[in-house]
């Protein structure tokens, strides 16, 4: 098996891309400490165990690890190689079995819209950058979002949030006047 490792805009995150594996599937999750992690996910939990591991994204079909600021990445990245070879080839399920609440179902349109767009035009390109984008709200014309993984603390989310997603929405749906950050 081989594990490709992609640097991202944050340089405190890289991106591990397993060959022909599925990470989280539709499951995206993010994950900043041990307990966390502790109740979804034996993967993420595995990688904690890493000294100086400070967050843990695991995406569609990536991860994206962020380390500790003062951990150099050269002494890592051996580490969190050798823990995901190890979780990916004991054939585990990555989240423990948990049911699923689906609350798409009462979206009003608009919401479905800023959804669609969202899920076809920005998360695959923040995907590409170890992260991913979610949808929290729509209150009074202003869709609230949050950036996981690398984009978490990137030092050009602001940009990304802004000029990219808020210009993009606009243009789609003149109901939406604004595009925050969810706090973390």
Partial sequence: MFIQIENT?????????????????????EY??????????PL????FVIKGVKNVF?????????????????NLKTDILSTMMDFINSNQEV???????????EDSDIVKQIKELIEMKVRPAVAMDGGDIIFHSFENNIVF???RGACSGCPS??????????????????EVESVEQMPE
């Fill in 58 to 74: 695991l995406g569609k079909d990536f991860i994206t690890i962020t380390k500790e600021g003062d951990i150099d990445w050269q």
């Fill in 44 to 47: 993420a939990e595995n990688l």
């Fill in 145 to 147: 979002l949050s950036l």
């Fill in 95 to 105: 989240f423990y079995k948990k049911d699923i609440d689906d609350s798409d179902s």
């Fill in 9 to 29: 805009p944050n340089p405190e995150s890289l991106k591990f891309v397993p060959d022909d594996v599925k990470i989280a599937g539709s499951k995206i999750s």
């Fill in 157 to 174: 989310s602001t940009v990304t949030l802004k000029n990219g997603i808020e210009n993009m929405l606009k243009h789609y749906i003149p």
């Fill in 32 to 41: 900043k400490n041990l307990d966390e992690a502790k109740l979804e996910s």
